[in-house]
């Protein structure tokens, strides 16, 4: 299974960006790269993803190297509300429904007021 | 929107039980599955599940099984609990498709705690 090293913690202030890191040397042509936050008390929930190309929402950015070895998912402008731990996986596309998805441990985001 | 339901947000249980966690996905999702989350250790897969009556094991298979009889609905089954599976067990599903990767979506926890 392809694997994601993030740092583990990670401090911000409020109101300024935050851009968190995250390493997937051996991802595979077809693997898309998700991230995900899991703020206290509450299961993960979807933040963005993408596959080659940089991808913009309403709730971050999505910066994806040249070589797809590395990616950041930028905030902004980070608030309170963003506190959380976020996850950065690998998924494939998927020529069958077989989805093996494996998190690894993430990144705890502090953030300052 | 994509709704996951874990039918009990705080279990307490005994050694020994057998224990029941079930999670309901109002989406028709091919893809189930089922974490475990323990301070420091992150989610940990357990078992997933492709489709009606598949089953895969994940990292940490031991001491679970799982059911899927209807699409909807995924059991996590603990057929006799101890104290190392106190923990916060996390349902999750997803759409499948060969032409996109859809996100997860996640339920908000079942914290179980045995005594």
């Known amino acids: 299974d392809a694997k994601t090293t993030q740092p583990n913690s990670m401090e911000s202030n409020e109101e300024e960006p935050v851009h968190l890191p995250c390493n997937h040397s051996t991802i595979s042509g077809t693997d898309y790269i998700h991230w995900y936050r899991q703020l206290p008390s509450q299961g993960p929930e979807y933040v963005i993803h993408g596959l080659t190309s940089n991808v913009n929402n309403r709730m971050a950015s999505l910066a994806i190297a040249e070589d797809r070895k590395s990616s950041t998912l930028i905030l902004h402008r980070a608030t309170l509300r963003d506190a959380a731990v976020y996850y950065c996986i690998l998924r494939d596309v998927g020529k069958t429904s077989y989805d093996k998805v494996i998190f690894g441990p993430g990144t705890s985001l502090s953030v300052i007021p | 929107d994509v709704k996951v339901t874990q039918s009990s947000r705080y279990l307490v249980k005994r050694t020994g039980e057998k224990v029941f966690l079930e999670c309901v996905q109002d989406m028709d999702h091919e893809n189930m599955f089922w974490y475990r989350q323990d301070p420091g250790l992150g989610l940990r897969l357990i078992y997933f599940?492709?489709?009606?009556?598949?089953?895969e094991k994940g990292d940490i298979p031991e001491g679970y099984s799982v059911s899927r009889e209807k699409k909807e609905r995924f059991s996590l089954i603990l057929e006799s609990a101890s104290t190392n599976q106190t923990s916060m067990y996390l349902c999750?599903?997803?759409?499948?498709?060969?032409?996109?990767?859809?996100?997860?979506?996640f339920g908000n926890g079942t914290r179980l705690t045995v005594t």
């Open positions: 999750a599903s997803s759409l499948w498709s060969v032409n996109y990767n859809s996100p997860l979506h």
């Open positions: 599940s492709y489709d009606v009556k598949m089953k």
